[in-house]
């Protein structure tokens, strides 16, 4: 064999898997078929699109409409700074990311990889040439890309993915997003804060149809503040150009006219240039099946991150990476953490960990629901953030934190307070007699403990 292993993909779940082999002092080499390393996390994705949202975020706080105010020349400006912003950061986490590899003695392989059978991997480098290399493990971890239905005129101009919006230089006059999920929600909050006329349609009656109502709800009044038109329970019948705009036909008849339209319905893996079937990988819908070791159907062929679907998270991406092959080498089961922490980076951030409360009650739990509101903080009350919520939901009979769901400014980073808690099999008491720092947003856990508290008692 040629190596200990092989990574195939250079985004977040490839790279943990890389440094973890190089950990334990094995031959290990990456292969990524792109021009730049750090996957769709880096390059069109997770890291870019926050960077965008940083700077929408600091502009929308000059008024409570975002940069509708604003003259069109401050709009571009912002626009422009928000672009260099994003670059920037890709370029330093890519030094980073390159220096780390090459510290640990990583190989870095420019090509797109193949199978040729359960051990050999064709390599076609960007030149055209080919070379074979085989390894003892190799893990997979070439990602998704954003759904794109043959029926769709994507231009990269007007009509647009998630990965193509980001590279728009200069801001649209109006832009109707479709898929009020994850991503659809976070661009909405970026271009609508930076002065954007933004239009949403959704097939559901709610944004994030999953989520606590009440949690959506601050959201959507957020979006709604900043001069959003949401259009709910709506369904595209068709997007096409006319003129100098798009146009986007609903079932119901009503006609969306757009300088530009986003496409945020779903993402696909990246599975299709593996020619999985010489390994004899068996793929769900072009996924790729695995276990609780994160194996394929061939033992030593490992699947992470996106390619094997949700959470499909770079967080979790990371952990798999790891853990796949700290079986793979030692047979080891690394138990990944029982609850996972998910974020959503909107305006305002919408974080939550553990179940909602239609979950609670589909498993006819007994449950008692406790908040603490960013306003009823000093802190919310500096940083001028009133409608942020913390919210709990604790079970009757153990008090155990079982769903932790936060709406507001940082919620990504409070949310971890509540993960930490439930994986250690906590209760509300913990949090009800913990000592936070004044004046912070972490109070509102507090705050929130001790309407549980209450509401326990009233119960008892």
Partial sequence: ?????????????????????????KKAAIIERKPNIG?????????????????????????????????????????AEAVRRKDNVIAQQESVILKRLLKSGVVLIPGEASFVDTHTLEIMDPNGTCRYLSADVIVLATGSRPRRPSDIPFDKQTVLDSTSILKLKRLPKSLVVIGGGVIGCEFVSIFAALGVEVSVVNSHK??????????????????????????MN??????RKENDAVLTLLESGKKLYADAVLYALGRKPNSQSLHTANAGIELDQGWIAVNRHFQSSVPHIYAVGDLVGRPALASTGMEQGRTAVIHAFSGETQAMAKHLPMAIYA?????????????????????????????????GQIIGDCNGLVKLIVDVETHQLIGAHIVGEHASELIHTGQLLMNFNGTVHDLACNVFNYPTLAECYKLAAQDCLNRLRQTS
């Fill in 39 to 79: 996957g769709a996390g880096l390059q069109t994705g997770t890291i870019p699109s926050k960077a965008l949202r940083e700077v929408a975020f600091l502009a929308s706080r000059s008024s409570d409409h975002g940069m509708r105010e604003a003259s069109p020349r401050a709009r571009y400006g912002v626009m």
């Fill in 347 to 379: 305006i305002p951030e919408i974080s939550w960990v553990g179940k909602t409360e239609k979950e609670a009650q589909n498993e006819k739990l007994n449950y008692v629901v406790g908040r603490g509101y960013y306003k009823e903080s000093a802190r």
């Fill in 1 to 25: 064999m040629d190596y200990d292993i092989l990574i195939v993909g250079s985004g977040p779940a490839g790279q943990h898997a890389a440094w973890q082999a190089s950990s334990m002092g």
């Fill in 206 to 231: 709610q944004l994030l149809s999953y989520l606590s109502e009440d949690v959506v709800e601050v959201l959507a009044e957020s979006f709604e503040n900043m001069g959003v038109q949401l259009h």
């Fill in 234 to 239: 709506a369904c595209v019948v068709a997007i």
